[in-house]
């Protein structure tokens, strides 16, 4: 009687993990927003953080007016940005100016882009080198 009574606990036990990790693929509650176009485009802008923390001190901002979405063979996809006059950045060059201060950054070719959000973030743009995994961050702006 106690190994049945055990047996169906188990039971019960495995299904009811199952069921709650099976149910939310997204545990984090981290939203991928790369491909919404409106996000990326935002009028607000996107301004530089020196690195990724709460409140970190902006460094100018650059608006991205448009951008193409470029399916590849192996699944991921290739974004190219365009300003306002409708150039494309060359090779991802930036340049902003924002109190006196002028910041440089690039989209290279070997880096990849991320937009998250979660429901108590605004979105964050990241750049990941793929070759040194290293990353550029962006806040969305208040507009220029």
């Not at 709650?20 to 607000?44: A, H, Y």
């Not at 990849?112 to 973030?121: G, K």
């Amino acid at each position: 009687m106690q190994q049945r009574v055990l047996l169906a606990l188990l039971l019960i036990s495995f299904l009811v993990l199952i069921g709650c990790t099976g149910c939310d693929p997204n545990q984090t509650g981290t939203i991928d927003l790369t491909r919404d176009e409106g996000v990326l485009t935002t009028p607000l802008g996107w301004i530089p953080q020196d690195s990724y923390t709460i409140d970190a001190p902006p460094m100018g901002s650059f608006e991205i007016a448009r951008i193409d979405v470029i399916s590849l063979d192996n699944g991921d996809f290739s974004v190219n940005f365009y300003d306002s006059d409708d150039n494309v950045f060359e090779h991802g060059l930036f340049v902003c100016e924002a109190e006196s201060v002028v910041y440089e950054g690039y989209f290279l070719d070997d880096q990849t882009v991320l937009v998250t959000a979660t429901e108590e973030t605004e979105p964050v743009l990241s750049l990941t080198d793929r070759s040194s995994g290293e990353k550029m961050f962006f806040s969305m702006g208040g507009g220029e």
